[in-house]
């Protein structure tokens, strides 16, 4: 079975400084995907990020980058320079290769960035 | 480009009663998958469609159905309502759904209270 573990539940950042959120993920499977998403307070998931499980370099896009370390399953998203309206849920994804569209999410961490 | 679009955005009904949720996904985009989201349990999904078949599954009891029109347009139908299926309806689409690479784009969410 696939999981994916998100053992932070609330964090705070000051504004402009980067922050790592952390995301643990389980799976058999040897084709993956990882992704992040941001959900603001409106409630809208908005993808952030992907990572493919045979990409040998980490994924980057804009501020958001993501810290792949396949042997520790470890896909930890970086948030360079963060700014206030970073402040949303952040949930780690993955999906396996016979999973279809299936996303299986994590319990997400919620991200408050402080001026 | 327009986004994936939810309605009705918000819903209150009462227990014993049906609702009918409805998703138009990015143009182009074939693949429909609704996920419900709630405090406790986080988000789940509930199924996935991709030319008007049902690719996938969660686990959810059958009062939880969907379907998928020919222009990929997506509704779910929710029978005999319980106060436990109170959540944010989340409807995400992609172009297709062969590899766990294909990103999904994710609606505003329909918001559902049962009384």
């Known amino acids: 079975a696939q999981k994916i573990t998100q053992t932070q539940p609330g964090m705070f950042v000051q504004e402009k400084e980067a922050v790592t959120l952390d995301c643990t993920y389980d799976?058999?499977?040897?084709?993956?995907?990882l992704f992040w998403y941001k959900q603001p307070s409106s409630g809208e998931m908005i993808f952030l990020i992907y990572q493919g499980s045979y990409d040998e370099q980490n994924a980057t896009e804009g501020r958001y980058s993501l810290n792949f370390q396949k042997a520790r399953k470890s896909a930890n998203l970086v948030i360079s320079a963060s700014q206030l309206g970073d402040s949303a849920m952040y949930f780690c994804?993955?999906?396996?290769?016979?999973?279809?569209?299936?996303?299986?999410f994590g319990q997400g961490t919620e991200l408050s960035v402080k001026p | 480009k327009a986004g994936v679009t939810q309605t009705p955005r918000y819903l209150i009904k009462t227990r014993g009663q049906q609702v009918t949720l409805s998703c138009s996904p990015i143009s182009g985009h074939r693949s429909v998958s609704w996920y419900q989201q709630t405090p406790g349990q986080g988000l789940q999904f509930l199924f996935e469609y991709f030319s008007e078949t049902q690719r996938n599954k969660g686990n959810f009891p059958g009062r939880f159905s969907g379907r998928q029109f020919s222009n990929s347009r997506s509704e779910m139908n929710v029978s005999t309502l319980e106060l436990g299926d109170s959540a944010l309806y989340l409807c995400?689409?992609?172009?297709?759904?062969?590899?766990?690479?294909?990103?999904?784009?994710f609606g505003p969410g329909t918001r559902l209270t049962v009384t």
């Open positions: 994804a993955m999906k396996g290769r016979d999973q279809g569209g299936k996303l299986i």
């Open positions: 799976t058999s499977d040897q084709s993956y995907g």
């Open positions: 995400a689409s992609s172009l297709t759904v062969a590899s766990p690479s294909v990103e999904q784009y």
